[in-house]
């Protein structure tokens, strides 16, 4: 890993000093090679897939790791997207003269070298490259055991369109011995890497944050509440709700929990169960909730803390907008939190109090997104408070630099 | 500690509820408690020093740790100072409408709660209290063994002098324990703590950075550089480097090491000598150093990488400007850096390719500094790269929340 480590630093350097015209001809070029050799990248893909299924994983997964032709244009597309976006490096976020003549700017600046580590999916492969190359930072990659053939066959054909640009193949290297051991090497490699942003499922980033000596962005847990204050407009109820949970349940910015104000519980608490019933939801409730309406199970303790993923949601009910706060400050994980009501008062209180990366009033939390926000891109959805908080685009991979020029000055 | 985190947490709820002009009245009544208290904090700190004192401290460190009506009122001062500061809370840096009508802002939010490790100086205690409390974050403190009863003293004046003002005492906790299992047990507090914030020398920051599962901002180390270029203005390099060197020995910001191109270093190099040699600073050089100027002595390879904090500075001759960026861009801990040139190109360069948080044309790295760089306030010199780099003032104690206004809207 000492060895990967060094090459990726040394390409970073190179990329440092590379404008936006090479870094978008780079990523063109790796468009094309992609789509060029679409047929390598299915040969190797077949064999992990083929070596997926001997093993008997799950077919979803099975799905995720499947590359088809359209998978592979579409990572290429998105690449493609990726050189047309606004490059933020250079910038010079602000620049003042001090009394004494300094000038002192503030300048946006690649972060160096990105190590990403991640499971299942191969293209996630060819869009963290991306972002990471248009902002000028090398990155090493360590994907998961089952996708290695493909893993391997999509970094030799960015690396060599890469090569062939004349530009630093090493700005991608791919780890390509996937033991643990490996990981634990990777995540303590702080001379060479400067951040680790793990992309999974909630095993993979608890690991990663508790064994990584380089400062890590967590992503991706979200227990998402939506709350149902006495004065919600009963027209939006089912409609939200309904988004929220059902759109696509295995991501992160699915609504897992409902909280209704038990002013509005009679009312809205069949609507909501009418709707989510028909899309084949379980609902499990507290006793005052299931007293409304019969078709909600009880929940338990742990049900209030929990991210199904899954065709199941939780339902609270509380006596005010105070006991709502608390309860979803208690049990959420800082992602995505909305509150439908039309009271003004309520609105601002909950934008205010609720701690969390994004905080809806009236809308849908599967907003929470790097595209839906106008990013352009996503790396992520960082869930913890420093550096970046929300959907990361490009500045999250970026860091700034002061740069002062004087004429001779010293500190008095 | 789990009930220390809880109280810290708690109380960090309602910070985020207060506007500027309680937390100003908190801070000034803070600032006068200390001032109208200062026999009972001399008391406490006399026992410190004399249990230092009996224990054979060094004369510098006990210096340290010595309040003095002088110092109490400096800290009294520099939380004056903090109240008059503009409050970033609930700036909304941006607000945009999406084509679907969703009104997306980013609004500036407190951190939550702020873990602070430090060694001896008891005066760090008000300052730290100051900058968190400003920002809406509650703050637990853990000073050091020798500081504890001056800490203690400083603490309850904090906290009483908030109570009486209806302001949660428990926005500073001070970890009364000083034992390193509990110091430990605080670098786990994930579930209470945002952010870990070392003070001190290298080993402690070292020691956090490795234990903590918090995310730590690592501040401090400084292994500065200045490099001469060969059109270096002759009559800025003795002042500059003198200045860098020899203002302050102990701090981070110092001048380290000098790089010297060797197109000029018959021309400079005897100067730096007289004007070092003159404030007492023992130069280790190189051999072509040497050759010039006999009274540099031989550097070792871990000269290089030396951060003395004392009054002896490596040298070292390259041949370009290529050399002298390679050379410090390995040997440098990404603190400050300084190019004395008058060449527009090196100039450029130098800021665009050394990896440092603050790069110098013609001035003394001891600028680096939160008063210095105008944020009128200082929490510590960031080294890593995210969140924050360089001097940290208020904004670095923050994070954001976006918040997002609908009317109903659903994701497609």
Sequence with gaps: MEGIGARALAASRIMNRLGQTDKNRGLLAVAEALVAREEELKTANAEDVKAAVAEGMKESLVDRLTLTDQRIEGMAEG??????????????????????????????????????????????????????????NATILRGGRDAIRSNKAIASVIREALASENLPAD????????SHEIAREMMCLKQYIDVLIPRGGAGLIKTVAENSTIPVIETGT????????????????APIIVNAKTQRYGVCNACESLVVHSAIAAKAIPVICDALTEKGVEIRGDERARAIDSRIVPASEEDWGTEYLDAI?????????????????RYNTKHSESILTQDYENALKFQNEIDAAAVYVNASTRFT????????????????????????????????????????????
Tied chains: 1, 2.
């Design 79 to 136: 690449i493609r997207q990726v050189a047309k976006l606004d490059d933020p490096i250079g910038d010079v976020i602000y620049m003042k003269t001090r009394p004494n003549g300094l000038q002192i700017g503030q300048k946006r600046v690649p972060l160096g070298v990105v190590g990403i580590i991640y499971e299942s999916r191969p293209n996630v492969t060819g869009d963290a490259f991306a972002l990471c190359f248009k902002t000028g």
């Design 222 to 237: 979200g227990n998402c509440h939506i709350f149902v204050d006495e004065s919600a407009d009963m027209s939006m109820v």
């Design 369 to 412: 997104d790097g595209f839906e926000f106008g990013f352009g891109a996503e790396i992520g959805i960082s869930t913890q408070k420093l550096h970046a908080r929300g959907p990361m685009g490009l500045l999250a991979l970026t860091t700034t630099k002061y740069i002062i020029n004087g004429h001779g000055q010293v500190r008095p």
């Design 313 to 329: 949601i939780s339902l609270k009910t509380v006596d005010s907008i105070d006991e709502a706060i608390e309860h979803i400050n």
């Design 171 to 178: 700005a991608l290297i791919l780890v390509e011995d996937t």
